[in-house]
Structure formats: structure tokens, C-alpha cells
């Protein structure tokens, strides 16, 4: 071991973000000798409700040796192809927002310049038709990709549903097996040092006294160590992302099993809706300040597909960031770093990249403020992009039923988010930056879905005869439903493969 090397971890904190923090770190810093301890009390309950994930989760599994059939299985999982949205930009609108594009590019133009041209041309076809992923979900079919693609097979990716409290049980067994030590408990103190502010200790409410290198704050919203030890400051975005309250509930499991999220806007917020096996996740996301938390707590009762299972439970938030995520020796990952609201299924993937950042720039006891600053620098881009992604989602639309809507339309965008609004105004195309979590796919069907059409088509599309183009595009639309038919249900696919263990016992009796 060099003389300078991170002879010991402390994680404060369990849940997702926690135990996500743990398995990487016995994954990558099993050989190196290095002390690994998460706290937590079980007194202290967990935010719990990110159920939704984007296709990088399957990276993270990948890369932690984690097989997906028992993953799937032992949180009750199921499948997401993407987000469908429905009322949003104005009321009756529905689009899909896929892990996938629409479709191959056509002598290298994006296929939205070619479905474009026959729109002016009078072709009513949806563009969300050329979208395999769209597709499949629209019918409720699911199988994965096979490992090598195969001619005429169109691309496409996809993520999980799962529940987290499952997840994190699983990922600390993981994490346990591998050599990470668990200690039960609530923190009294916070020991410093007074020459430089860097943590020396945290005190349990026992006595113990725990000792690290390294400190990573998994400790929510409270943010005890990076926010209120060291006083980071929050920037908050509320004035861009006005819903500051969720009102959450788990309901019996519906009849359509859809492999995607729903997100239906409302007059204050939107309402997710997320089918596991043995039920289906909830949650009313709004602002208060336009309407009162019985209210909403009411709406979510009323547009449920299945029984109450539990009472509703109300989060407060405030949708930004800390200042820093690092400083000294102590590094936020979660819910103690900064907060998204939900409408993306952000939360696991920040946490994700948070730590494949701390992996790649992993400190030795210098804690060399150059690679301080540039973890900070990343994480500070990462999360403005996502914001910006986020906000268009709500600038966008139309609707005018609801002081939010009007709010929200009528409010100056970051010069980051107008100029991608702009140049997709103006050429079709998609103004990427550095650290984008989102790519032009994604980006080119939020822009369409809610209405945002460029002024012109890439005027390279003319190369193509008209008569070819509509047989071209028409296949394409042919195939995606003929081959999404040969798919199973999603239903009949977990059913086959992952259902999940006490479930499948059930069934066999």
C-alpha cells in the first residue's frame, strides 16, 4: 500500500444511494486493503420512491457482475422502453419518449429531417411510429435486444422498474459479502479538525466513535455532513422547476402491465405511474404553491388503476444542488448532493455518475484540491443539463388550465436551454454540450412530442426521390410493428423468465 493511500471509508447513510455507494467501492477498492463502513438507523427512514431508471442502470448492474434474472426477481422488477407522457404541452397530447431513436439515419440524416419533409407533403403519419421502442410499448410486447444486432432488426435499448427498498436490501448483501461492515446507528456528533475543516470523526448516539479517510454523505435532503457540517450552500432552481412536493402511494397491480413509465400532466404538476410485479408505483408531483396538499393528495387518489395499498406519504423538496459535492474529505452522493425532480428518473442515474466520477478520480489522503475542483466542475455541468432537459418538459406547452402552465410558459429559460429551443427552431438539429445525460434522441422527441418544429427540413433530404422516400419510411413504420408482433408480452415475459420467486411459488399452486 503507497503511504498515502485511503486506508478506510465511512459512509453515512443506507437506502439506494447508500448501498449503491458500497457495492461499487467493495466492487473497485476490494484488493487495495481499504476499510469500507456504511452507518445507518433503521429509526431513520428512506425517501424510497425511485422506481424508474434510465438504460445506464443496466452499465452499473454490468459492471458489479450482477445477473439480470435475479435482479429482476429479487425486486420485483419489471421493463421500461421509455416514457410515455400524456396532456402534456396541451391536453389530449400523447408522445412516448424512448431509449431509442426513430430509427436508422437515412444517408446520414436523422430520420425526424426525412418524416418532416413528408409531413409538408401531407403524410399524417405519427412520428413516434418510427420508433421501435414506441412501438413494442404501445403494444405491450418486450423481449431484450439480442447481443448481436441483426439485419433489419431495428435498435433499441431499455432500463428497469424495481423497488428501491428491495434494491438496496440486494446491493447490501452484495456489498456485505464483499467485506463491507454495517454499524446500526444514529449520528450525535461531527468531530473536524480546526486547521483545515476536514472530518475527522462521526459520534453515534452508543458512543461509538468512527474514525475514516474518506466520508461520503448518503444522508438525503438532511445532507448532515456536506451541508450542514460544512455548511455547503444549496442553489436552488425553484424558480425554473416549481414543483416542490410529491405525494407517493403504492396501488394493486393493474391489468396492463406496460413496459414504460406514465407521466400525465395535471392542472398543478404530473402523476407517475409505475407497474412492478406485485404492484404498481405512484406519485402526484406538484407545486404547492397552486394547490393545497389535500388536494393533491386527492388528485393521486383519484386517477389510481387499483386498490390503496398504503396511505399516502408526503416529500417536500427543493429541485437543485449543493454548491460543491466534494470538499475536504467529504463527498455527497444522492440526495445530500443535490435533487432532480423525479419527472426523468434522475435520481438513481446522478447517483450513478457520481460514483463512476469518484472511482475515476479516486483521492489518495492529499485530497489534491485540482481534482477536487474538476469532480465539482463535472458534477455542476452534469446536473445543468439534466435541469435544462427538465424544464423543457414544462416551457413548452400550451396549457391554460392552471396558474403552473401560465407560470411556467410565461418565465425567462437559462441562456443554455434557449439556445438548443432556438437552434432546433431553426435547422432540426440539437445543440449538445459537454456532460449531456441526454442525448439527440432524446431531445428530438421531447422537442416534437411537444410541439416544437423546426422551421425546415435538412435540405439534403431532397436528394431522395419523393415517390422512394414514402415506400422507404413506410417500410419502416411496417416493420416496427410486424416485428414488435412477434414479441411476447411483457406479462408473459417476466412470467417465462423472472417472476419473481414467492410469486412464482403462488402461481405453481
Given at each position: ?153 431495428p435498435s433499441y435499448s431499455y432500463a428497469y422498474h424495481f423497488d428501491a427498498a428491495l434494491y438496496a436490501q440486494f446491493l447490501r448483501e452484495y456489498a456485505e459479502q464483499r467485506g463491507v461492515k454495517r454499524s446500526e446507528g ?49 442553489i436552488d432552481w425553484s424558480h425554473w422547476l416549481p414543483c416542490d412536493r410529491a405525494v407517493t402511494a403504492p396501488c394493486a397491480k393493474a391489468e396492463e402491465f406496460s413496459p414504460y413509465t406514465t407521466a400525465t400532466a395535471l ?243
Amino acid at each position: 500500500m503507497q503511504s498515502n493511500q485511503i486506508r478506510s471509508v465511512v459512509i453515512l447513510g443506507g437506502g439506494t444511494a447508500g448501498w449503491m455507494s458500497a457495492a461499487v467501492l467493495a466492487r473497485f477498492l476490494g484488493k487495495l486493503d481499504i476499510d469500507i463502513r456504511l452507518v445507518e438507523s433503521e429509526q431513520i427512514g428512506t425517501v424510497g420512491v425511485g422506481e424508474g431508471t434510465v438504460p445506464i442502470i443496466r452499465e452499473f448492474n454490468g459492471v458489479l457482475g450482477i445477473d439480470e434474472r435475479e435482479f429482476i426477481r429479487r425486486t420485483q422488477g419489471s421493463f421500461k422502453l421509455g416514457i410515455a407522457f400524456r396532456d402534456w404541452g396541451h391536453k389530449g397530447n400523447r408522445f412516448f419518449h424512448p431509449f431509442g431513436d426513430f430509427g436508422e439515419y437515412i444517408e446520414g440524416i436523422s430520420p425526424h429531417h426525412h418524416w418532416m419533409k413528408l409531413r409538408k407533403l401531407g403524410n399524417t403519419t405519427p412520428i413516434d411510429d418510427y420508433c421501435f421502442s414506441q412501438v413494442a410499448a404501445k403494444k405491450g410486447r418486450f423481449a431484450p435486444p439480442p447481443r448481436e444486432m441483426q439485419p433489419g432488426l431495428p435498435s433499441y435499448s431499455y432500463a428497469y422498474h424495481f423497488d428501491a427498498a428491495l434494491y438496496a436490501q440486494f446491493l447490501r448483501e452484495y456489498a456485505e459479502q464483499r467485506g463491507v461492515k454495517r454499524s446500526e446507528g444514529k449520528v450525535a456528533d461531527i468531530e473536524q479538525r480546526g486547521e483545515d475543516g476536514f472530518i475527522r470523526a462521526l459520534k453515534l448516539e452508543d458512543g461509538t466513535r468512527l474514525e475514516a479517510d474518506l466520508f461520503i454523505d448518503c444522508s438525503g435532503f438532511r445532507s448532515l455532513l456536506l451541508g450542514r457540517s460544512m455548511k455547503t450552500d444549496f442553489i436552488d432552481w425553484s424558480h425554473w422547476l416549481p414543483c416542490d412536493r410529491a405525494v407517493t402511494a403504492p396501488c394493486a397491480k393493474a391489468e396492463e402491465f406496460s413496459p414504460y413509465t406514465t407521466a400525465t400532466a395535471l392542472e398543478a404538476g404530473w402523476q407517475w405511474r409505475i407497474p412492478l410485479q406485485h404492484r404498481t408505483g405512484n406519485g402526484h408531483v406538484y407545486c404547492s404553491r397552486f394547490i393545497s396538499d389535500e388536494d393533491a393528495e386527492q388528485a393521486l387518489r383519484d386517477n389510481l388503476d387499483g386498490e390503496l395499498l398504503a396511505e399516502p406519504n408526503l416529500l417536500r423538496f427543493s429541485t437543485g444542488h449543493r454548491e460543491v459535492f466534494w470538499k475536504n474529505n467529504c463527498i455527497a452522493i444522492g440526495l445530500s448532493a443535490g435533487f432532480m425532480e423525479p419527472l426523468e428518473s434522475t435520481s438513481i442515474q446522478l447517483i450513478q455518475t457520481g460514483l463512476a466520477r469518484l472511482i475515476e478520480m479516486f483521492p489518495d489522503r492529499n485530497f489534491d484540491p485540482i481534482i477536487t475542483a474538476e469532480y465539482n466542475r463535472v458534477g455542476r455541468l452534469e446536473f445543468e443539463r439534466i435541469r435544462d432537459f427538465l424544464i423543457l418538459h414544462y416551457c413548452a406547452g400550451q396549457r391554460d388550465d392552471g396558474e403552473l402552465w401560465h407560470y411556467c410558459r410565461n418565465m425567462p429559460l437559462p441562456d443554455s436551454l434557449q439556445h438548443k429551443i432556438d437552434v432546433f427552431k431553426s435547422s432540426g438539429r440539437v445543440a449538445l454540450g459537454a456532460e449531456e445525460s441526454y442525448r439527440e434522441p432524446s431531445w428530438r422527441a421531447m422537442f416534437l412530442g411537444l410541439g416544437i418544429y423546426p422551421q425546415r427540413y435538412d435540405p439534403m433530404v431532397d436528394k431522395i426521390p419523393q415517390e422512394a422516400l414514402r415506400k422507404k419510411m413506410a417500410k419502416r413504420v411496417e416493420n416496427n410493428y410486424r416485428i414488435a408482433e412477434t414479441l411476447p408480452s411483457h406479462q408473459d415475459f417476466i412470467n417465462r423468465h423472472l417472476l419473481a420467486t414467492h410469486q412464482k411459488i403462488a402461481t405453481e399452486k
